[in-house]
C-alpha cells in the first residue's frame, strides 16, 4: 500500500483548501482512513478519520464545522476540505490507513495506522 498527499499550498485566513490522498494497492474499500497534521515546533496530531465499515467520521475539536473528510471507493481517493482556514491550520497535512474496522466515535491511534503518505504543506497566512 502507498498514499500520495496533494494539494497543500499558500492561503490566506478565511479561504478553503481541498487535499487528496491517492490509494495504491488491493482493497482500498477495506481501509480505514485518517488525516494528521504536524505544525512546526509540535507533534503530529490527528485531524480526521473515516471508517471502512459505513463512512463514519471524527474530527478533533479544533477542525469541527471547517472540515470534511471524505472517501470515494472507487478512485481509492480520500479527500479533506477544509474551509474557514486559520493561522494555526499551517502544518504539514498527512493522510494514512489503517485495518482497523470500526463505526468511528473517535479517531483510531496513530500508532494503529500501518501506511503513510508523504505529507503535503499547508501554510495559511495573509
Known amino acids: 500500500v502507498q498514499l500520495q498527499a496533494s494539494g497543500g499550498g499558500l492561503v490566506q485566513p478565511g479561504n478553503s483548501l481541498n487535499l487528496s490522498c491517492a490509494f495504491s494497492?488491493?482493497?482500498?474499500?477495506?481501509?480505514?482512513l485518517g488525516w494528521f497534521r504536524q505544525a512546526p515546533g509540535k507533534e503530529r496530531e490527528k485531524v480526521s478519520c473515516?471508517?471502512?465499515?459505513?463512512?463514519?467520521?471524527s474530527y478533533v475539536d479544533s477542525v469541527k464545522g471547517r472540515f470534511t473528510i471524505s472517501r470515494d471507493n472507487a478512485k481509492k481517493m480520500v479527500y479533506l476540505r477544509m474551509s474557514r482556514l486559520r493561522p494555526e491550520d499551517t502544518a504539514v497535512y498527512y493522510c494514512?490507513?489503517?485495518?482497523?474496522?470500526?463505526?468511528?466515535?473517535?479517531?483510531?491511534?496513530?500508532?494503529?495506522?500501518?501506511?503513510w503518505g508523504q505529507g503535503t504543506l499547508v501554510t495559511v497566512s495573509s
Open positions: 494514512a490507513a489503517t485495518t482497523v474496522r470500526a463505526i468511528f466515535t473517535s479517531c483510531p491511534a496513530q500508532s494503529l495506522y500501518h501506511y
Open positions: 473515516i471508517s471502512g465499515v459505513d463512512g463514519s467520521r
Open positions: 494497492g488491493f482493497n482500498f474499500h477495506y481501509y480505514s
